[in-house]
């Protein structure tokens, strides 16, 4: 059987805060906001997971006012997930993956992300993809008020 699902998240950028993405710390004058360390990708990947398996949302599991939660390493709820997967037999056939964000490019810090979800993930990295955009200017990814990341990811369960 295969699953696919999907998962899109957005912070607000802020001065004063880390930029985290994909568990890689990106050097940035404008980090990102929010309840846990904010890392917009894997927040994503955790969402496309859990909508694959149709287990609710990454704030179903983990609530935004729950206090233990607060700058949270967010692969702590990518590895949570990873439980909830592999105890429902099924595990991740190929991730697909953009983050949209302004500045700066991301290209040096793609292999490390790749890296860290391979190995949260529990596969090779050839079947990992973290892709970068900009917001050209426009919107408030463009604006430089935001980043963005989405996430498509197809699950297998293979026979007993
Ligand atoms: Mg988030």
Redesign the pocket.
């Known amino acids: 059987m295969i699953r696919i699902g999907f998962g899109s998240?957005v912070?607000r950028l802020v001065e004063g805060k880390k930029l985290i993405l994909g568990g890689v710390e990106i050097p940035a004058d404008l980090g990102a906001e929010?309840h846990?360390d904010?890392d917009?990708l894997t927040?994503a990947v955790t969402d496309a997971i859990l909508g694959a398996l149709a287990a609710g949302d990454?704030g179903t599991h983990f609530s935004d006012r729950d206090e233990r939660w607060r700058g949270a390493d967010s692969f702590v709820f990518l590895r949570y997930t990873i439980g909830l997967m592999k105890e429902k037999g099924f595990s991740v056939g190929n991730l697909d993956s953009v983050i949209s964000l302004e500045k700066p490019k991301l290209r040096p810090h793609i292999e490390q992300m790749r890296e860290n979800l391979a190995a949260a993930l529990e596969i090779e990295i050839d079947r990992i993809s973290v892709k970068a955009k900009t917001g050209e200017k426009v919107d408030a990814v463009g604006e430089r008020r935001a980043v963005k990341a989405e996430a498509i990811v197809l699950l297998q369960k293979l026979p007993a």
Do not use: P, V
Request: aromatic share 0%; no cysteine; glycine share 12%.
């Open positions: 998240d912070h929010g846990s904010a917009a927040h990454i």
